[in-house]
Structures are given as C-alpha cells and as structure tokens.
C-alpha cells in the first residue's frame, strides 16, 4: 500500500501570499488531519476531515481552511500568508481520527 | 479539556544504555495513546498504541509502554537504545468520541556513542 503523499515537499512564497497545499491518503482511510509544526509551538492540530466533512478545528484564524474530496484526497489552503505561517505542515490518515495515523513527510513552507 | 504531557525536552543516554521517556495524560475517561517517532525532516511513524487490555504493549523496533490508569501515564521503554533511536518522540492521546488527536510537545533523545 502507498504511503500517505503529501505535495509540494517545499514551499517558498512571501507575505500576502497564499497557497495550497495537497494530500493523498491512504486507499481506504476516510479521515484525514492536518497539523502544522514548528519549533516554538510543536504540533499543533489544524482540522479533520472525514467523508468530506470537517469534524473538528483547531484554534487556528480563517485564514486556514481545508477541504476533502469524494475520493479522500485533502487539500489546505492558507490565506493572507504571515511570516509566522512558517512552518512544517503534516497530514495524517486513518480509518478514523481515533485510530492510529499515518503521517506523510509534510510540506516546509518557507515564507519570506 | 484532553491534554498531554511531555515533562523531559531532551534526553541523552549512552548506546546500550535503557530508555525510558514519560507521558501524562489528562483526559475524563481512559483515552486511546499513541506513541510517535519523528526522524529530522520527515512525518511521524507510529511505534505502538494502547487502546483497551493488556497494559504492556509492545511496538516496533523494540519498543514498549505501560499504561497506568492510576497514574494517568504511559511511558515509553526500550531496554538498550540504539544510535539509529536519536529522533523526536511523541505520545498523543484522542478520546473514543473525539476527533481530535493531541500531541505532548516532544522528547528529543540524544544518544551517545
């Protein structure tokens, strides 16, 4: 089984920007989490999806927004891009935001 | 709210030498844990997972964890660390119901030849 694919590996865009960012998960796994980690704040959770639907958000602004599509794929978008939006941008897939996840190898974002 | 504690920053032990990384957790009911490795530059690889049973699990690459409800911990063994070990380790806990799987900040283990 293919592994979780997460495109572009590296990002570099500047201030005002925006940007998105793809998954492709897992055959099989309906639910798919996006995380942003950085050095100062870890990982931190950004949304879920499950069957297309957004379960649960973190505490992140508007300007961070997500969508599934009907064959699982997820992409996230980030808007009015900010210097601290810096960061290593991880997706997850499961069979259920419960169950183990697996996680790609994240897309660096660099903002200049 | 379910949170999860990773009181150790940064660990170094010697290779050969044991491992033990904690976690705590604060949630209402038993949640399920995880453990992660996190090597530089790449996602997490899931080591184990506790779920219900047995209190000792065992994971990949020698690892193991004790789930004490009483302590609300799970603690992340290995009884002879390897040089390939050095990465970012990472317990994570969801609830049954919940969506939303939270991390400890991380333990990055240093080992020393």
């Known amino acids: 089984k293919a592994g979780v694919t997460q495109t572009p590996r590296y990002l570099i865009k500047t201030r005002g920007q925006q940007v998105t960012l793809s998954c492709s998960p897992i055959?099989?796994?309906?639910?798919v989490s996006w995380y942003q980690q950085t050095p100062g704040q870890g990982l931190q959770f950004l949304f879920e999806?499950?069957?297309?639907?957004?379960?649960n958000k973190g505490n992140f602004p508007g300007r961070f927004s997500g969508r599934q599509f009907s064959n699982s794929r997820s992409e996230m978008n980030v808007s009015t891009l900010e210097l601290g939006d810096s960061a290593l941008y991880l997706c997850?897939?499961?069979?259920?935001?419960?169950?183990?996840?697996?996680f790609g190898d994240g897309t660096r974002l660099s903002i200049l | 709210a379910q949170s999860v504690t990773q009181p150790d920053i940064h660990i170094t032990v010697s290779e050969g030498a044991s491992l033990e990384l904690r976690c705590n957790y604060s949630?209402?009911?038993?949640?399920?844990l995880f453990w992660y490795v996190q090597s530089p530059g790449q996602g997490l690889q899931l080591l184990l997972k506790?779920?219900?049973?047995?209190?000792l699990v065992q994971g990949i690459k020698g690892f193991e964890a004790e789930f004490k409800r009483s302590q609300s911990s799970f603690n992340l063994r290995k009884p002879s660390v390897h040089w390939s070990d050095a990465a970012e380790y990472f317990c994570?806990?969801?609830?049954?119901?919940?969506?939303?799987?939270?991390f400890g900040a991380g333990t990055r283990l240093t080992v020393k030849p």
């Open positions: 506790y779920f219900s049973g047995d209190t």
């Open positions: 055959s099989g796994h309906r639910s």
């Open positions: 994570a806990v969801v609830g049954y119901n919940n969506n939303d799987m939270r």
């Open positions: 949630y209402g009911a038993t949640p399920y």
């Open positions: 997850a897939s499961g069979e259920d935001s419960n169950q183990p996840q697996h």
């Open positions: 999806y499950f069957s297309e639907t957004q379960r």
